[in-house]
């Protein structure tokens, strides 16, 4: 399918999105918040980690389609072209950022889309374990 705007038009459109809290990353903030848990959402670290909880933990929320999860993406069947790489491209900087930040010695948590929508709750234990 052909996009409706010209590349120009779509490149500014796209520039001017803000990125906004999702679901779960709200879901994860009010779980750590009732646990009196200290947190910060969105730190200014390499990667825009979606929590950073202390002492020296980074939690990143990684969505399934954007990460490219191995058990559920499903590429897209239109532009393909596109899209292969630039999911390959996001997977690649997930490394690297997570490298990185253990290299500074950050303790480094991903947790996939599908496992906090199922289990929220064992995923937010799960995290607070790996604080200990």
């Not at 520039?15 to 910060?40: D, F, M, N, S, Y």
């Amino acid at each position: 399918m052909a996009d409706i705007v010209d590349k120009a038009t779509r490149s500014r459109v796209m520039a001017r999105i803000r990125k906004k809290w999702t679901t779960q990353e709200r879901k994860l903030h009010g779980l750590l918040k009732a646990r009196k848990v200290r947190h910060k959402m969105h730190p200014p670290l390499p990667g825009s980690p979606d929590a950073l909880i202390f002492p020296r933990t980074v939690v990143f929320l990684d969505g399934c389609f954007w990460h490219g999860c191995p058990r559920c993406y499903v590429p897209p069947q239109s532009r393909k072209a596109y899209w292969h790489p630039k999911i390959a491209g996001n997977k690649r900087r997930d490394r690297r950022v997570s490298r990185m930040l253990r290299r500074q010695g950050w303790v480094v948590v991903r947790i996939w889309e599908h496992h906090f929508q199922r289990n929220t709750t064992l995923c937010v234990e799960q995290m607070l374990a790996s604080l200990e």
